[in-house]
């Protein structure tokens, strides 16, 4: 199977602009989560969907949104870029098991580097 | 709110050498725990998981890592250091139908 993939891998932004990254999870998983690490904060949860809902959303302002779509792929959207929020944006999908319990097992993308100027 | 704390920022191991990374969280009651590694430019992997039972799990690359209830510690260990060991460590923790929580990290340098 393939793993999971994050498009695009680097990004350049200008403070003020907003900014739209995408996520493929592997290929039968339905949750998928974000995270945001940077050097200072660590790695921040930002929201976990399932199933096209919001499950989950951490504490990270208004600003920062996503979704999830039908085939489980899932976007998430910064408006207004500050300079903080350069960051390593890491997706990760998870699997249910044959009850369609939660397994909790993440696995990650390689992420989005994102740069704010 | 649940922490997770990894005491050792850096730590340097000769290669072949033993290694443990402590983490040690704060929760009431036993949350699922898990280890995670991230190598320069990569995602993070999971190497191994507890959520009951033995007390003493084993992952992947030879990893292990053993439950303390006592201590609230989920330190991973392994037996002998491989140069391909370098890379960053995350402890995390996720209780109940709450969030995986992150401890800020170790990173693991192996010397020759």
């Known amino acids: 199977k393939a793993g999971v993939t994050q498009t695009p891998r680097y990004l350049i932004k200008t403070r003020g602009q907003q900014v739209t990254l995408s996520c493929s999870p592997i290929s039968g998983h339905r949750s998928v989560s974000w995270y945001q690490q940077t050097p200072g904060q660590g790695l921040q949860f930002l929201f976990e969907y399932f199933s096209e809902t919001q499950r989950n959303k951490g504490n990270f302002p208004g600003r920062f949104s996503g979704r999830q779509f039908s085939n489980s792929r899932s976007e998430m959207n910064v408006s207004t870029l500050e300079l903080g929020d350069s960051a390593l944006y890491l997706c990760?999908?998870?699997?249910?098991?044959?009850?369609?319990?939660?397994?909790?097992?993440?696995?990650f993308g390689p992420g989005t580097r994102l740069t704010v100027t | 709110a649940q922490s997770v704390t990894q005491p050792d920022i850096h730590i340097t191991v000769s290669e072949g050498a033993s290694l443990e990374l402590r983490c040690n969280y704060s929760y009431g009651a036993t949350p699922y725990l898990f280890w995670y590694v991230q190598s320069p430019g990569q995602g993070l992997q999971l190497l191994l998981k507890?959520?009951?039972?033995?007390?003493l799990v084993q992952g992947i690359k030879g990893f292990e890592a053993e439950f303390k209830r006592s201590q609230s510690s989920f330190n991973l260990r392994k037996p002998s250091v491989h140069w391909s060991d370098a890379a960053e460590y995350f402890c995390a923790v996720k209780p109940g139908y709450s969030t995986l929580t992150f401890g800020k990290g170790t990173m693991l340098l192996v010397s020759p």
């Open positions: 990760a999908s998870s699997p249910n098991d044959r009850q369609g319990l939660d397994t909790y097992e993440q696995y």
């Open positions: 507890y959520f009951s039972g033995d007390t």
